[in-house]
């Protein structure tokens, strides 16, 4: 199996040397409807530019997919987003009987995790559904699991905390980190 890895190149000014750190190359793949919503439930906002930042980080992120459901009235939105460095994957929104949008993303998200499992080192998976247990576990069985984020612990299902074991966070700790804070 080929693994990705970038080298990131250092110098020391005090010994005047020149040498290589090897990093893996990561990609995160978000269910953003879950964060946002995950993280509403905690009484905050995120900051999807922080977030970003964040992943690059803490987590060696170079790809960061972000699916999203498309309503045309949000394009300032999504411009915004691919300016912080995400990659956008639009979902056809349908709205339920109230007229509440619904974009299920769930199977674009696992298709592309699989579609690029050769390209990246491990994946960081942001979610609290149950419906992506098969995608993380398998991701964990085969040592491509970074991290599962979930947005909201309490929330979490209990098939993702079993299959994730201990690569697993909870965006709840990283408030200070993360919040969308008005300037």
């Not at 999504?78 to 199977?107: R, T």
């Amino acid at each position: 199996m080929k693994i990705a890895l970038r080298a990131v190149f250092w110098y020391n000014k005090k010994r005047k040397t020149r040498y290589m750190e090897k990093k893996e190359i990561n990609y995160a793949f978000i269910d953003s409807q879950n964060v946002n919503l995950g993280v509403e439930e905690l009484g905050w906002k995120l900051d999807f530019r922080k977030l970003r930042i964040y992943l690059k980080e803490k987590y060696s992120v170079k790809t960061a997919y972000l699916f999203i459901g498309y309503l045309p009235e949000n394009r300032n939105l999504y411009s915004s987003l691919q300016k912080f460095g995400y990659l956008l994957v639009f979902k056809p929104v349908m709205k339920d009987d109230k007229g509440k949008p619904k974009g299920n993303v769930d199977a674009d998200l696992v298709l592309q995790a699989m579609v690029d499992y050769n390209k990246y080192h491990k994946a960081v998976i942001i979610t609290s559904d149950g419906d992506f247990y098969s995608l993380v576990d398998y991701l964990y069985r085969n040592e491509k699991l970074e991290i599962l984020l979930s947005p909201n612990g309490d929330k979490c299902s209990v098939l993702l905390k079993n299959a994730a074991k201990e690569k697993i966070d909870f965006m709840d700790n990283l408030k200070g980190k993360l919040e969308y804070i008005k300037r």
